[in-house]
């Protein structure tokens, strides 16, 4: 499996918007995402249609085990994940690749 990086995505915008320069094309990729990242540090979400839905959740304090030693119990603290859900038409695209298997 491929990975796609900031750098992919940067030369994908310059190849679309061929009259952003390469500085150009690299400030709007890091703006878009530096404001993505700025919502939901402040725990709001982030809606992008058609493409899916970052929400900022909070898990609470549970306790866990160790597998390798299971009498006992440990305490796995609280933090603050952040969620992705799919948009329909991203869900729709990924299960055609489940398809082509």
Do not use: C, W, Y
Request: glycine share 4%.
């Amino acid at each position: 499996m491929n990975t796609l990086t900031k750098k992919h995505i940067i030369k994908a915008v310059q190849s679309a918007m061929p009259e952003l320069i390469g500085e150009e094309a690299i400030k709007v990729v890091q703006t878009v995402l530096d404001t993505i990242e700025s919502a939901l540090a402040q725990g709001h979400r982030v809606e992008l249609r058609n493409f899916g839905v970052f929400e900022v959740f909070n898990t609470k304090e549970r306790p866990g085990r160790n597998p390798n030693n299971p009498e006992k119990t440990v305490v796995i603290p609280a933090r603050t994940v952040v969620k992705f859900h799919p948009g329909k038409e991203m869900k729709a695209k990924v299960l055609l690749l489940k398809d082509q298997e």
